[in-house]
Every structure is written in structure tokens, then in C-alpha cells.
């Protein structure tokens, strides 16, 4: 079965510019979660959307923001864009409504210059 | 295919025993690996690593166990505490490379 796409796999953007990234779960998975992956950072929690409703989220301003459709497909937005916002983005999905049984994607590998 | 692989979803375990929490690996090209630890709402938090060179790292009750030739690392538990119920993330990296590649994760419940 697919794994987990995420489109595009590097993005080049200039500061104050805005973009959009998507991921698509495994088929039937509905809980998607967000995630930036930075070498100083590790991983840190952006947000997570279950049944189209965001169910957590983590500590980062509302510039990154997101939304999950009726097929589970998510897209998470960041505005006005800044160098620190640099990073490896990963999209994890899960068929449950609690915890486990995670996939990740590969990444979307977004440079702000 | 999943490079990285956590093989039990969940494991259940009384309370002051040993947890044993394992993860395999296809790639050779490996050489650091780490373990962490999630919470619900939370993103992962590092636990212990080990690189390719040793086949043991300990950190107080933590100790990963690393067999190169069966391409399998375990993380050990001892005692396991209520505390350390969780979601344990297995994660592999080559070469200094940041991109970790990551393991479906074993969630972790301790019983009293």
C-alpha cells in the first residue's frame, strides 16, 4: 500500500513569503500530525487534525497554521516566512484516534532565504 | 519500505520490571541511533542514543542495546515506572545526516 506523501520535497522561499505544504495519509488513516525537524530542535509538534478537526497543538506562533479535508489530506500554511523557519517538515499519519501506530512521510525540506 | 521498523505497537508492563522496547533496521548505511519518547499533544523528546561504534549506551534506567550484524537495537527499561508510559519513537541517521529516518513508535503502558 502507498506510504505517506508529501508534496513538494524541497521548497525554496524568500523571507515575508508565505507556503503551503500537503500530505496525504496512508488510505484509511485519519489522525495526521505536523511536525518541524531541525538539527538544534529535534522534532517538535505543530499540530495534529483528526476527522478534519485540529485536536492539538503545539507551541509555535500563528503564522503555521493548518486544516485536514474530508479525505484526510492535510495542508499546513506558514506565513510571512523567516530564515529560523527553515527546517525538515513531516507529516505523520495513524489510523487510530489515539496514540500509535504512526507513519511517517519523507519530508518536505523547506529553505527560507 | 520502512526502514526502520517497531514491530509491536504496544506492550504492557507491570510496574518495576523490566520494559524491552526493540527496533530493526534494513539499512547499512546507518550509523547513530536514537530513542524518544512522546507524550499525547506532544512531539517526540530525546532519550538516549548510540552510535554504530559501541553495541551498549546507559543512562540511569535507560540502556539501548545495539547488535550491528542482526541490524536490531532495544531500549531497556529498569524499573519500569508508571511515568514512562509513552510512545517510544526508534530513529536512525547516517553520516551526521539530520534526517532522521523513523520507526512507527511502541506505545508503552506501565501497570500498577
Known amino acids: 500500500k502507498a506510504g505517506v506523501t508529501q508534496t513538494p520535497r524541497y521548497l525554496i522561499k524568500t523571507r515575508g513569503q508565505q507556503v503551503t505544504l500537503s500530505c496525504s495519509p496512508i488510505?484509511?488513516?485519519?489522525?495526521v500530525s505536523w511536525y518541524q525537524q531541525t538539527p538544534g530542535q529535534g522534532l517538535q509538534f505543530l499540530f495534529e487534525?483528526?476527522?478534519?478537526?485540529?485536536?492539538n497543538k503545539g507551541n509555535f506562533p500563528g503564522r503555521f497554521s493548518g486544516r485536514q479535508f474530508s479525505n484526510s489530506r492535510s495542508e499546513m500554511n506558514v506565513s510571512t516566512l523567516e530564515l529560523g523557519d527553515s527546517a525538515l517538515y513531516l507529516c505523520?499519519?495513524?489510523?487510530?484516534?489515539?496514540?500509535?501506530?504512526?507513519?511517517f512521510g519523507s519530508g518536505t525540506r523547506l529553505t527560507v532565504v | 519500505d520502512q526502514q526502520v521498523k517497531q514491530n509491536s505497537p504496544s506492550l504492557s508492563v507491570q510496574e518495576g520490571r523490566i520494559s524491552i522496547l526493540n527496533c530493526d533496521y534494513t539499512n547499512s548505511m546507518f550509523d547513530y541511533f536514537l530513542w524518544y519518547k512522546k507524550y499525547p499533544a506532544e512531539g517526540p523528546t530525546f532519550l538516549i542514543s548510540?552510535?554504530?561504534i559501541k553495541d551498549k549506551n546507559e543512562d540511569g534506567r535507560f540502556t539501548v542495546f545495539l547488535n550491528k550484524s542482526a541490524k536490531h537495537l532495544s531500549l531497556h527499561i529498569v524499573p519500569s515506572q508508571p511515568g514512562d508510559s509513552a510512545v517510544y519513537f526508534c530513529a536512525a541517521t547516517w553520516d551526521s545526516n539530520y534526517q532522521l529516518i523513523w520507526g512507527a513508535g511502541t506505545k508503552l503502558i506501565i501497570k500498577p
Open positions: 488510505s484509511g488513516h485519519r489522525s
Open positions: 548510540i552510535s554504530s
Open positions: 505523520a499519519s495513524s489510523p487510530m484516534d489515539t496514540e500509535g501506530g504512526y507513519t
Open positions: 487534525y483528526f476527522s478534519e478537526t485540529q485536536r
